[in-house]
């Protein structure tokens, strides 16, 4: 069973940088593609980053495409995203996910989801 935890989120000013982690429970963390999502009031949860199970593969939604970076330590069994630059329109709730696939960038790709950690981004 995965059980994954976000933690890293709060409230912060536009410009400033941040880091969320996500830490995993499974032993086998190696054999899995990890994401984050986002979800902000009133829309549609979006793909943010995508990193292969190798680390080797990256994907990242173009509206973030040189502010964030997305890493994994699978011996500690985390994914991090790493937000610099945030702006208003990074205000969302991040998710972080797991799919059992060597690359993952869509929702229906990824099967255990934490529970997200809030990210409020002010002026």
């Known amino acids: 069973q995965w059980h994954l935890v976000e933690s890293g989120g709060g409230l912060v000013q536009a410009g400033d940088s941040l880091r969320l982690s996500c830490a995993g429970s499974?032993?086998?963390?190696?054999?899995?593609?990890m994401a984050w999502f986002r979800q902000a009031p009133g829309k549609e949860r979006e793909f943010v980053a995508g990193?292969?199970?190798?680390?080797?593969?990256?994907d990242y939604a173009d509206s973030v495409k040189g502010r964030f970076t997305i890493s994994r330590d699978n011996a500690k069994t985390t994914v991090y995203l790493q937000m610099n630059s945030v702006k208003l329109e990074d205000t969302a709730v991040y998710y972080c996910?797991?799919?059992?696939?060597?690359?993952?960038?869509?929702?229906?790709?990824?099967?255990?989801w934490g529970q997200g950690t809030q990210v409020t981004v002010s002026s």
């Open positions: 499974v032993g086998s963390f190696s054999t899995y593609a």
């Open positions: 990193i292969s199970r190798s680390g080797v593969s990256i």
């Open positions: 996910a797991a799919a059992f696939l060597r690359r993952g960038t869509r929702q229906t790709d990824f099967g255990s």
